[in-house]
């Protein structure tokens, strides 16, 4: 069984104070939920310091390179070392506000991977790639391309984030059954693009708009494995609340 994983991806949010009484006051345990926050980078340390050993700490992104020429970047070695697990990778904001490419997206998932992190692959659709009928193809080769030439031991250590585009901060979301669809694509591709196991193991995250209202309905469909959360994710009583949710209907469906 996959372990559901919900992550708060805070953004360009949060001050150093914030970040601290989050976190200090987030004391929560969900044995059949993994959970864990992104700030940025440099909120990453104070995160750290200030976590509950059951909070996982991520970065929201990293270079390519383990070091050299590139100013204002951090590799995933740097961000591995403070003590981080995770980092998300290809988010739609980075793909539109800093032209990432998924072939980028690649090779940073080849970096975290080699520098102990786990990356969660963000791929989706705009609204008028969705109203075009576009959203199988755009997926589709948005995961090829962030992914293919992974070795197999290598993508048994990811994790994809279906995120529509056209419901990130909208307060749209994608129904269950429109979500369900999309990640049946993704996780019927895996199977082409590497094997059945590797698709079976791998956990595949919504997220756009997710609310601690709508995260159990959308963690029982089959094939969505916990949530990517923006604004929900803000403060720790709607973040424990989501997490809580999505742990009741693991517990129920155990």
Known sequence: MRIPLVVGNW???????????????????????????????????????????????????????????????????????????LVILGHSERRADHNESSQLVFKKTKAAIAAGLTPIVCLGETLEEREAGNTQTVVSTMLKESLSGLSIEEANKIVVAYEPVWAIGTGKTATPEQAQEVHKIIRDLLVDMFNATISNNMRILYGGSVKPTNAAELIQCPDIDGSLVGGASLTADSFSQLIAATAQIVKEES
């Open 11 to 85: 953004k360009m949010n949060q001050s150093l104070s914030s970040v601290e009484d989050f976190l200090k006051n987030f004391d929560i345990t969900h044995a059949s939920v993994q959970f864990g926050v992104c700030p940025v980078n440099v909120h990453l340390s104070k995160a750290l310091e200030c976590r509950t050993s059951s909070v996982l700490i991520g970065a929201q992104d990293c270079h390519f390179n383990e070091s050299g020429a590139h100013t204002g970047d951090v590799s995933a070695t740097m961000i591995r070392e403070l003590g981080c697990e």
